[in-house]
């Protein structure tokens, strides 16, 4: 298994600093190919952002042993953005990542962020750069939606670029399901505060209001709080069917052993940010078991198209690649292959070069299909999958890809 420390060549949990990866094969003599590459490797969801940036270097030391661009490697330097201080993601600590990245002109891309939070403070900053950066998993849809454009990309030029849906599709899309594949009547609402959390639980409320579920409440949790026994003290006197959560994993874990105490019959769901080992570990079973989750992308891991990829993933880090491990290889992908159309056309693959190639890009044949940006960075492919947590003791109980069961794709209307 390659730890995370010998994956990134130094020790993950120091926010401030940023580490380098290269191919062994590099050689001193190939121009260097720089990507920034962050996640939130302290706190809550450590061990999602160690899964999720593997499918990175796994894509980048591939195209440095199969010397993909003649005379060029690729390097990646590891930015975190989580802090002790903070528990998961601290928006402080990614604006300071942001502008180390812009500071350096050895970067001309990056991969990340992680959540939606640290992509807001992150966005702006890269605008002024020109650098442009391809998020594996973050999905709050103010960042590229235009009407926030002069507060996200005050330059003018996409920058923040998807290979995964919104949550203007995660949202709805899982409200669609609970209606009317598991026809609730009623529903509590919650969300942790966060720019994801907040967002996702937004968009859920206003779709499953349409639908006529009725909404008993809603709630903000501080993910710093250790008892949510009061709210859900409450949500049990109301007696709905189901109880949504917007949010990750540092309420999520508290919430999903408390829930299990207080509300254990009642339906739970949220969206990527508790399908995760984090929530399997934390919270455990059988506090999880049942949990409805989504994940804005397509479900590809169990897929035979996938079988060398995962397999290879499995032997390199000793543990069995998520979807967003996925999308992340797959925006890796994204950036090697926008280098190399630039280097085919004789010119340098220049951070201004960059952005203007992987806005232009077209993958095809990726795991999740073809891969195409619209004029403000989102995929054009647009896919939630459902999933929900079911004890297999055949297999881990930390494991994602053994524990929660792919229920299939959660209807657009």
């Not at 998520?322 to 280097?343: M, R, W």
Request: net charge neutral; glycine share 10%; proline share 4%.
């Amino acid at each position: 298994m390659l730890t995370r420390r010998n994956a990134f060549k130094a020790a993950a949990g120091l926010a401030a600093t940023a580490t380098v990866g290269v191919s062994q094969g590099a050689l001193a003599a190939d121009k260097s190919i720089k990507v920034g590459l962050n996640m939130s490797f302290t706190g809550a969801d450590a061990e999602s952002a160690t899964r999720v940036a593997n499918g990175a270097i796994l894509a980048f030391d591939d195209a440095n042993a199969t010397n993909a661009i003649k005379g060029y490697k690729f390097e990646y330097v590891k930015f975190d953005d989580g802090t002790a201080t903070a528990g998961q993601y601290d928006p402080a600590q990614a604006a300071t990542n942001a502008k180390k990245m812009v500071s350096d002109k050895g970067f001309v891309a990056a991969l990340g962020p992680q959540m939606s939070g640290a992509g807001k403070a992150m966005a702006p900053i890269l605008s002024e750069g020109n650098l442009a950066i391809i998020t594996p998993s973050s999905t709050n849809p103010d960042i590229t939606n235009p009407k926030f454009a002069a507060q996200y990309r005050p330059a003018g030029k996409a920058i923040y670029f998807r290979t995964v849906a919104t949550d203007a599709f995660q949202g709805p899309n899982m409200a669609n399901y609970m209606a009317k594949t598991l026809k609730i009547k009623s529903v509590y609402i919650l969300d942790d505060s966060g720019a994801y959390g907040v967002g996702l639980a937004d968009a859920f409320q206003g779709q499953i209001e349409k639908l006529g579920v009725k909404v008993l409440g809603r709630d903000r949790l501080d993910p710093k709080a250790a008892d949510y026994a009061s709210v859900l003290t409450k949500i049990k006197a109301l007696a709905p069917d189901a109880m949504y959560y917007g949010g990750v994993g540092q309420a999520g874990v508290k919430l999903a052993k408390q829930s299990y105490e207080i509300i254990p019959n009642v339906i739970k769901a949220g969206g990527d940010g508790v399908y995760s080992t984090d929530l399997l570990k934390g919270a455990g079973f059988p506090a999880v078991d049942g949990w409805y989750a989504t994940q804005a992308s397509p479900h590809v891991t169990e897929d035979k198209s996938a079988e060398v990829f995962t397999t290879r993933f499995f032997q390199r880090f000793g543990t069995h690649p998520d979807d967003y491990a996925v999308t992340c290889y797959t925006g890796a992908q994204v950036i090697i292959q926008a280098a190399k159309n630039l280097v085919a056309a004789g010119k340098e693959p220049t951070r201004d070069a960059m952005q203007a190639a992987i806005q232009t890009v077209s993958l095809k044949g990726s795991l999740i299909g073809t891969v195409e940006f619209d004029e403000n960075g989102d995929m054009k492919n647009k896919v939630i999958s459902v999933f929900q947590i079911k004890k297999d003791t055949t297999k881990a109980l930390d494991d994602t890809e053994g524990q929660y069961k792919y229920i299939g794709v959660a209807p657009m209307a």
